[in-house]
């Protein structure tokens, strides 16, 4: 059974199988290596994905023949970091609580299996007057006048990832930094001031291998699940199977 990686995490997780996605490009990367599961819950904060640990990843006895994923990104904080007071209070949980609450996730993938790969990835920045301009186009003059998350705020979340990555010892994308590093990220990488445009899903993607080949995880040193074709001779083919079988 080929290995498996778990995407877990909210919208921009969900959407990433979409045309020009980041996970949709992950599983052409591993392809005929590694499947790429996708578990992504639009609108969701790490407070109510703690609910969902149980179902996701079970903790089975040893005698159970189905395996924990070999590596799973973890990808929370663009909704944690909702502002009081504004529309998308409900989905807002307190710095603290996150980063408690990625702890918890981070054991609870532990307790699934001690050898999992976690990457934790911070929540991409924020563009406020995107995010003005796609409520007005949405809501038009019933649209908020000021944006339910900012980009500063948005930050102390991602600091607080990094640091937790680094209190357990785990490896980190800093995606709010990383594209901000480019003029006009605005635009080129966000579609509605949060979510991602191809582009942004292109830099996603991009660090989300470099950290896997940093660690042990490298596409390019895995096997195919089955011989390649240029192995099978067409006048014996069972021989080819046979040696990969055994």
């Not at 996605?21 to 052409?28: E, Q």
Request: hydrophobic letters at 35%.
């Amino acid at each position: 059974m080929r290995p498996q990686i778990v995407l877990f995490g909210d919208s921009i997780t969900q959407q990433s199988f979409r045309s020009g996605g980041w996970g949709a490009a992950l599983a052409d990367t591993y392809s005929r290596k590694a499947d790429i599961i996708n578990r992504g819950y639009g609108g969701y904060n790490t407070r109510w994905a703690l609910f969902l640990l149980h179902h996701l990843f079970p903790l089975l006895p040893l005698q159970v023949s189905t395996k924990p994923p070999v590596a799973a990104t973890v990808f929370f904080g663009a909704n944690d970091a909702a502002l009081l007071g504004r529309s998308s209070e409900r989905q807002r949980v307190p710095i603290e609580e996150y980063k408690e609450n990625l702890r918890k996730i981070v054991r609870h993938l532990k307790e699934c299996s001690p050898t999992v790969l976690i990457v934790l990835i911070t929540p991409p920045p924020v563009d406020e007057a995107g995010r003005k301009e796609y409520a007005q186009s949405v809501y038009g003059e019933k649209a908020d006048e000021l944006p339910e998350r900012t980009n500063e705020v948005t930050r102390l979340y991602a600091e607080q990832c990094i640091e937790l990555a680094k209190e357990m010892g785990l490896c980190s994308v800093d995606l709010w930094s990383k594209m901000q590093e480019i003029e006009g990220w605005q635009k080129k990488f966000l579609s509605d001031g949060l979510h991602l445009t191809p582009e942004g899903n292109a830099v996603v993607h991009q660090e989300v291998v470099r950290v896997f080949n940093e660690a042990w995880l490298s596409a390019a040193e895995m096997p195919y699940d089955f011989p390649h074709h240029s192995e099978i001779d067409g006048k014996n083919p069972e021989k080819a199977f046979q040696q990969q079988c055994l």
